[in-house]
T-cell receptor, first 113, second 115 residues
Framework: AQSVTQLDSHVSVSEGTPVLLRCNYSSSYSPSLFWYVQHPNKGLQLLLKYTSAATLVKGINGFEAEFKKSETSFHLTKPSAHMSDAAEYFC???????????FGAGTTVTVRA | NAGVMQNPRHLVRRRGQEARLRCSPMKGHSHVYWYRQLPEEGLKFMVYLQKENIIDESGMPKERFSAEFPKEGPSILRIQQVVRGDSAAYFC?????????????FGPGTRLTVL
């Protein structure tokens, strides 16, 4: 069985400063890991995914995440926040070949001007 | 290539009524998944369907909830005799193949409000 813990329910940053969203996972097998973003009243959009290739994964809109097996972490970062990054972010895990995605509770990001 | 379509986007029902939520997968996708997002929680898996088959409904409440994905037409999530606790956002996702590294593509969701 797999599970995800997002360590921060809310993150507030100033525009132009770095963003760090923390995620730890638990999985019995080699996991696939994803980050999704949900803007207000919108559907989920895939930011990036890790599927046992390179441990540093680059996604859309300048986001990237690093898979660290020893720490069971998959933290999401962006060097410089933009106002449009204000949204809710979900860390998601699935066991390889398992269709059941397990979502974290989400981290709400606010960006101050 | 249109994405996953869901309708209605917003649905208001009174207690005891029925709610029918529709999901049209992306073109070429034959796998559909339904998830529920309760207020201030992450999405929870409900059911996985292929055309005319329910593959896994382990996340679906045993009573009042049903899902189908007919040979023709969209997938339907049906909630009978709705209660206030059913108020949530219901998301549908589709994929080309099952599981593995293939990514599920999500629709915009249907927000159900039960009065």
């Amino acid at each position: 069985a797999q599970s995800v813990t997002q360590l921060d329910s809310h993150v507030s940053v100033s525009e132009g400063t770095p963003v760090l969203l923390r995620c730890n996972y638990s999985s019995s097998y080699s996991p696939s890991l994803f980050w999704y973003v949900q803007h207000p009243n919108k559907g989920l959009q895939l930011l990036l995914k890790y599927t046992s290739a390179a441990t540093l994964v680059k996604g859309i809109n300048g986001f990237e995440a690093e898979f660290k097996k020893s720490e069971t972490s998959f933290h999401l970062t962006k060097p410089s926040a933009h106002m449009s990054d204000a949204a809710e972010y979900f860390c998601v895990v699935s066991d390889l070949d398992d269709y059941k995605l397990s979502f974290g509770a989400g981290t709400t990001v606010t960006v101050r001007a | 290539n249109a994405g996953v379509m869901q309708n209605p986007r917003h649905l208001v029902r009174r207690r005891g009524q029925e709610a029918r939520l529709r999901c049209s997968p992306m073109k070429g996708h034959s796998h559909v998944y339904w998830y529920r997002q309760l207020p201030e929680e992450g999405l929870k898996f409900m059911v996985y369907l292929q055309k005319e088959n329910i593959i896994d409904e382990s996340g679906m409440p045993k009573e009042r909830f049903s899902a189908e994905f007919p040979k023709e037409g969209p997938s339907i999530l049906r909630i009978q005799q709705v209660v206030r606790g059913d108020s949530a956002a219901y998301f549908c996702a589709s994929s080309q193949i099952s599981g593995g590294p293939d990514t599920q593509y999500f629709g915009p969701g249907t927000r159900l409000t039960v009065l």
